[in-house]
């Protein structure tokens, strides 16, 4: 495969032709945002839009999942216009979560926290009015707890599970009520979940989490 030269924050890069730029960033030590992307997903979902960077030449911010690398490409991740929609995203995307920290099983493995410090903000934002959807949280599964309120709908679970042949997990509903559910929203221990845990493994938010009974039983996920 041909290997191209781009530079990223002033650093000098070598890459395969038509990689990600965001994996190439990431492999290189170079932080990008990002809630919705996996390796293993040969196309991107898009769907966070926090990855925003500015590529010289372009007249606006560009996704850095959906960007390919090529030979020159010059590449600044912390570009003001970039940022700003970064932030105003992010800060969009907490006003339906509920920060709670101290209490939550992905209390510092957190990937929202980690995006809140590279990007400067806070958390809780006071820009935008909270609009919290205080759903019914489903502890039926004897190896994971599902809560909703936490889930940022990146879609990594969704995907995983049809990895893996199960489909127990999609998308339902549109808008504000727009969520990650069974079909029927039926309870996760009579739905078609096998508990095996990858949807855990992948989720960056605590949306999804190991009981302290489940996380011995489960193999690690793909992510």
Same mark, same amino acid.
């Given at each position: 495969?041909?290997?191209?030269?781009?530079?990223?924050?002033?650093?000098?890069?070598?890459?395969?032709?038509?990689?990600?730029?965001?994996?190439?960033?990431?492999?290189?030590?170079?932080?990008?945002?990002?809630?919705?992307?996996?390796r293993d997903k040969p196309e991107p979902m898009a769907a966070c839009r926090l990855c925003f960077v500015e590529v010289e030449g372009y007249n606006r911010?560009?996704?850095?999942?959906?960007?390919?690398?090529?030979?020159?490409? /010059?590449?600044?991740? %912390? #570009?003001?216009? $970039? @940022?700003?929609? =970064?932030?105003? !995203? &992010?800060?969009?995307?907490? *006003? +339906?979560?509920?920060?709670?920290?101290?209490?939550?099983?992905?209390?510092?493995?957190?990937?929202?926290?980690?995006?809140?410090?590279?990007?400067?903000?806070?958390?809780?934002?006071?820009?935008?009015?909270?609009?919290?959807?205080?759903?019914?949280?489903?502890?039926?599964?004897?190896?994971?707890?599902?809560?909703?309120?936490?889930?940022?709908?990146?879609?990594?679970?969704?995907? /995983?599970?049809?990895? %893996? #042949?199960?489909? $127990? @997990?999609?998308? =339902?509903?549109? !808008? &504000?009520?727009?969520?990650? *559910? +069974?079909?029927?929203?039926?309870?996760?221990?009579?739905?078609?979940?096998?508990?095996?845990?990858?949807?855990?493994?992948?989720?960056?938010?605590?949306?999804?989490?190991?009981?302290?009974?489940?996380?011995?039983?489960?193999?690690?996920?793909?992510?």
């Open positions: 495969m041909k290997t191209v030269s781009l530079t990223i924050d002033g650093q000098q890069i070598s890459a395969p032709e038509g990689a990600k730029l965001l994996w190439v960033a990431l492999d290189h030590g170079i932080y990008i945002p990002n809630l919705c992307t996996l911010p560009v996704t850095a999942c959906t960007e390919s690398v090529r030979e020159g490409m /010059v590449v600044n991740t %912390r #570009g003001v216009k $970039a @940022l700003r929609l =970064a932030r105003t !995203g &992010f800060e969009l995307l907490m *006003t +339906t979560h509920p920060v709670d920290c101290a209490h939550c099983p992905a209390n510092r493995s957190c990937e929202l926290q980690k995006i809140a410090a590279h990007l400067g903000i806070k958390l809780k934002t006071k820009r935008f009015k909270k609009f919290e959807r205080n759903l019914p949280v489903d502890s039926s599964s004897p190896v994971f707890i599902y809560d909703p309120n936490k889930c940022v709908l990146c879609g990594r679970c969704v995907w /995983v599970c049809r990895q %893996r #042949g199960i489909g $127990a @997990l999609g998308f =339902a509903h549109r !808008g &504000f009520g727009r969520m990650v *559910t +069974t079909f029927g929203d039926e309870p996760l221990a009579e739905s078609h979940c096998e508990d095996c845990g990858e949807c855990v493994s992948v989720c960056p938010s605590g949306a999804l989490a190991f009981t302290d009974n489940g996380k011995a039983k489960v193999k690690p996920g793909i992510a």
